[in-house]
């Protein structure tokens, strides 16, 4: 198992509404489990469990992996927490040397 921490300026909702968004379609996952600050996705790449918390101004994301930290499935959870706004006015986005229309 491999584990990842983000902190965001989004709030626990809208993270869960991009992963919503974004990881079915990345890696083929499907949402088997919400709550009100967190979710679980499984599909043939593996299980990723997500949880947003508020910590005041900011939201802390975590992502737990079933997988080995170079899966399919590890790298493209990475890939979105990365994309995560980190301060208010941030848009977030690709990291440098990544297409922008990726994700």
């Known amino acids: ?3 990842y921490v983000r902190k965001t300026a989004l709030r626990p909702a809208e993270v869960l509404e991009r ?6 379609r990345l890696v083929g996952v499907a949402r088997s489990r919400e709550s009100e600050h967190g979710a679980t996705y499984s599909g043939d790449e593996g ?3 997500l949880h947003a918390h508020p910590h ?3 939201t802390e994301v975590t992502a737990e992996t079933d ?3 170079t899966s399919r499935l ?3 959870v990475q890939r979105f ?5 980190y301060e208010p006015e941030d848009r977030g986005g690709p990291g440098s040397g990544e297409p922008d ?3």
Do not use: H, K, S
């Open 74 to 76: 590890d790298y493209e």
């Open 56 to 58: 005041a101004l900011y």
């Open 81 to 85: 927490l990365n994309r995560l706004p």
């Open 19 to 24: 992963a919503q968004e974004i990881l079915p």
């Open 1 to 3: 198992m491999a584990g």
């Open 101 to 103: 229309g990726i994700i």
């Open 47 to 49: 299980t990723v469990v």
């Open 67 to 69: 997988r080995l930290r």
